[in-house]
Each structure stands twice: as structure tokens, then as C-alpha cells.
């Protein structure tokens, strides 16, 4: 069982920028392609971004290309979501997940989940 526990949410203006985080508590983390998902109520989980098990390969949502950067340091356990020069639309509870593909953009792929955490952006 791995334990995903986010943070580095919180409230910040459009055009700011915040760092998400993200540590693993499983050792077998580097065996796993990770992801990060947002939600707002009424509505499904979205793809952000991802990355493979080796921090090679990344994709993102075209809503957030050019902002946002996947990362990771495997021997932390950790990944991490830079976001910069957000916009109200981003506002949601972003969860990062592990998946025990190398690499996956698909929600039904990912089989841990953290709990999330809040990102406000006010105009």
C-alpha cells in the first residue's frame, strides 16, 4: 500500500504561483509513474500532468502547458507540481496518484491516491 500525502496548497492571486508536493511512503516509489489529477465539485477528476518512473517522460494538460511542471526525486520519494502564472480556472483540489505503470495519463490507471489539497486563485 502506498501512502501519497500532498501540500503546498493554499490561496494566491492570478499570475502567482504555488509549488505542490507530494511524498511517497513506499520504497518501491521509483517503480511508479506518478500523476497529478484536480477536482471541483460537480465535476469529474482531471488530468494535469504526469511523469514516468524515471522523471523522463512528462505530459500535460493542454490547459496547462507552458505553466505547469511535472517533477520528481526519487530517492526523496517525492513529486512535485510547480504552477506559475495561474488563473481562477485553475482553482480545484489537486491530488497527486501513483500508478504501477511507467507512465499513464488516464485516471483509471492510477490505483493510490493522496487526499489532496485546496488551490484557490482569486481574479
Known amino acids: 500500500q502506498v501512502q501519497l500525502v500532498e501540500s503546498g496548497g493554499g490561496l494566491v492571486q492570478a499570475g502567482g504561483s504555488l509549488k505542490l508536493s507530494c511524498a511517497a511512503s513506499?520504497?518501491?516509489?521509483?517503480?511508479?509513474?506518478m500523476g497529478w489529477f484536480r477536482q471541483v465539485p460537480g465535476k469529474e477528476s482531471e488530468f494535469v500532468a504526469a511523469i514516468s518512473r524515471d522523471g523522463v517522460r512528462t505530459d500535460y494538460a493542454d490547459g496547462v502547458k507552458g505553466r505547469f511542471t511535472i517533477s520528481r526525486d526519487n530517492a526523496e520519494k517525492m513529486v512535485y507540481l510547480q504552477m506559475n502564472n495561474l488563473k481562477p480556472e485553475d482553482t480545484a483540489v489537486y491530488s497527486c496518484?501513483?500508478?504501477?505503470?511507467?507512465?499513464?495519463?488516464?485516471?483509471?490507471?492510477?490505483?493510490?491516491w493522496g487526499q489532496g489539497t485546496q488551490v484557490t486563485v482569486s481574479s
Open positions: 513506499d520504497r518501491t516509489f521509483g517503480t511508479l509513474g
Open positions: 496518484a501513483a500508478s504501477p505503470m511507467s507512465y499513464a495519463t488516464f485516471a483509471r490507471s492510477y490505483v493510490f
